[in-house]
């Protein structure tokens, strides 16, 4: 796993983001043991204490769960992956349609792009 | 406690202030970066802290005392330069360090240095400079310190040993221990660091929480330095 | 802790001089072989060439002695290598002390080797009679036994010897005390340091023999009598004991007042 950061943001926050979206794309599954902290700061190269923050904040949006002694799970909330998925998804359409905005195309014609284009010259 | 307080702490060289009433506090469990152009006293204060200058005047102290005995013990100091007696074969040193420190971990050592595909019975001065320096960077980082100390362990090399340098650090300094890392090379360190001390002309100018001085000014830290000391 | 430290210095210390060690002994022996069989012009030539590298060998041992304990201390203490000696977990007493210790150790055994490869090169039973005759006329005279006499010798000697060693360390230490003092200056302050000794011992035994008139003589006459030399070498002994030990007190205090490495 190796990562670019970009070192202009908060690192705990680019790590927030990776492994949120790891928890809704299924790489970490629901109810999966996390790594210890200091595996995943290793596996990622960064400060242990920096994933330690990190994954404080996911455990703040109830993303993952501490069971006292035993580590790091992912949570098994179904409902709330599905949530966040739902929020990402939100995020990306915004942007995606204020950048074609940007360019001067419109709601239903960057729509319509989506369509025509859409698993062609993107991402299958 | 501190693990590290240093307290207006000064040094002069002939009458040349180097350091001038530092007051700076390290605390257990954080990667720092002491970050300065060269020669703005970044090797002096860490000189200072391993014992190897008296301060002019201040003090410097660890878990509370002065520079000593217990201090050397959980301190774990690279320096930039080799200390090592070149006529010695790696094995000998290894011995050497075990010998000394009783948190020494030679078995570590041994597989780290066997990643390198370094033969322990090969003579220091035989080796290359880079080696050298791999080898010093292996014999601190194999001690279970509660301090480590790097001067400047990004000097003068190419990426590759960069990140090799940089795993070998994260990867092998004892949990809860602090690492001190000086360099003017920020770029390539900044994602593994807490803290971040800013040091120019011999004074503290600044010290802060790395994500939060990145969230405050929305800048790298590299970028960050780069206009706080713009030339 | 003063034990390994003892024996790093002590590895590099020996490092050449066990080379000269062995090449003494091997050319004093070689000497002494070729003297036993029946000469002829080019074994005589043979001899001499062996007998001038024994000698060279042995003045090689002094200068590597000295050389070789006042290069460990500058390297380890100032040099790059201060950078591990300062932070091993070990006073600067033990270190001073440990390389104060390889100076009396290796000083001994050079003592020893010099010794023997003369005992070799030239003792027979012509020289061993000339020998015992003249320290026997010397301990009669002295009015004490020829193993005294030659233990008194020896140790004054050795004093001497070791008194030097640490004057040189000190010279070191002083110099080093400000930063840029280069290490010309550093000798020539130990040399300092061990002449102006010499001249204070000087100055003592000349105010002994103003309350002892047997010492006085060594001063006014050319004659001496065996007397005078017994109380010198005595009062010898305990100068340089004394000066030993200030020697080493002194550089102590001032190690431990903490170093500047470059």
Redesign the interface.
């Known amino acids: 796993m190796d990562y670019i950061f970009d070192n202009e943001r908060p690192i705990y926050i680019q790590l927030v983001e990776l492994i949120r979206t790891g928890i809704v794309s299924g790489k970490f599954q629901k109810g999966q043991k996390l790594p210890s902290v200091r595996e995943l700061a290793l596996a990622m190269k960064v400060n242990p204490n920096t994933m330690q923050k990190a994954l404080a904040e996911l455990e703040n949006e109830k993303l993952i769960y501490t069971e006292r002694t035993n580590g790091k799970y992912v949570t098994e909330d179904e409902r709330l992956i599905e949530k966040v998925k739902k929020e990402l998804a939100g995020e990306k359409v915004n942007s995606y349609l204020n950048s074609m905005n940007d360019i001067g195309i419109s709601y239903e014609e960057a729509i319509k792009y989506l369509q025509e284009l859409g698993g062609k010259n993107g991402i299958s | 406690m501190e693990l590290v307080k240093c307290n207006n702490l000064c040094k002069e060289?002939?009458n040349k202030k180097v350091l001038n009433n530092i007051n700076l506090s390290i605390p257990k469990?954080?990667?720092i970066g002491l970050l300065g152009k060269n020669g703005m006293g970044k090797t002096t204060l860490i000189?200072l802290i391993?014992?190897?200058?008296?301060p002019t005047s201040g003090e410097v102290l660890i878990n509370g005392e002065k520079p000593s005995?217990?201090s050397?013990?959980i301190?774990s100091?690279l320096?930039e330069?080799?200390?090592?007696?070149k006529?010695m074969k790696v094995y000998q040193i290894l011995t050497?360090f075990e010998?000394?420190?009783e948190n020494f971990n030679k078995e570590k050592a041994i597989n780290l240095l066997k990643d390198l595909d370094l033969d322990i019975n090969s003579r220091v001065n035989k080796m290359s400079k880079g080696m050298q320096e791999k080898l010093q960077l292996i014999l601190v980082m194999s001690r279970d310190a509660e301090l480590y100390i790097l001067d400047e362990p990004l000097g003068g090399v190419d990426p590759a040993t960069r990140d090799y340098i940089?795993?070998t650090i994260?990867?092998n300094f004892k949990?809860g221990a602090s690492v001190i890392i000086s360099t003017h090379l920020i770029?390539d360190i900044?994602?593994?660091?807490?803290e971040v001390i800013f040091i120019d002309k011999g004074n503290i100018v600044l010290t802060s929480s790395?994500?939060?001085l990145?969230?405050k000014e929305?800048?790298?830290?590299?970028?960050i330095f780069r206009r706080c000391f713009k030339c | 802790m003063l034990r390994k430290l003892l024996k790093y210095d002590l590895q590099w210390c020996y490092k050449p001089l066990i080379i000269f060690y062995i090449l003494a002994l091997f050319f004093a022996i070689v000497t002494r072989a070729i003297e036993s069989l029946e000469q002829s012009l080019i074994l005589v030539i043979i001899d001499k060439i062996c007998s001038g590298i024994t000698i060279a060998m042995l003045i090689n041992i002094l200068i590597n002695y000295f050389m070789r304990n006042w290069a460990r201390f500058i390297k380890n203490i100032y040099k790059d290598e201060a950078y591990l000696t300062h932070t091993l977990p070990v006073t600067k007493n033990k270190i001073y002390l440990s390389k104060v210790l390889t100076a009396i150790i290796t000083l001994f055994t050079s003592f020893v080797v010099i010794v023997s490869c003369l005992a070799i090169v030239a003792l027979n039973e012509n020289s061993w009679e000339l020998l015992k005759a003249s320290l026997e006329d010397s301990a009669i005279s002295l009015n004490c036994s020829i193993s005294s006499l030659i233990i008194v010798l020896v140790i004054t000697v050795f004093l001497e010897f070791l008194l030097l060693t640490m004057s040189g360390i000190l010279g070191l230490i002083i110099g080093h005390k400000s930063n840029n003092l280069k290490i010309e200056k550093s000798v020539a302050i130990g040399f300092g340091i061990y002449m102006v000794l010499s001249i204070i011992s000087l100055i003592v035994i000349f105010l002994a023999g103003l309350l002892n008139s047997n010492i006085m003589s060594v001063f006014k006459d050319m004659e001496v009598t065996s007397n005078a030399i017994k109380s010198i070498m005595l009062m010898g002994i305990c100068i340089y004991t004394i000066y030993i030990f200030i020697v080493y007190f002194v550089s102590n205090k001032l190690l431990n007042k903490g170093v500047n490495v470059d």
Do not use: C, H, M, Q
Request: glycine share 2%.
């Open positions: 060289f002939d469990g954080k990667i000189k391993n014992d190897l200058l008296t005995v217990n050397k013990k301190i100091y320096p330069r080799t200390y090592l007696d006529e050497l010998d000394f420190y940089l795993d994260l990867s949990e770029s900044e994602r593994i660091l807490d790395a994500d939060e990145r969230e929305n800048a790298s830290i590299d970028e």
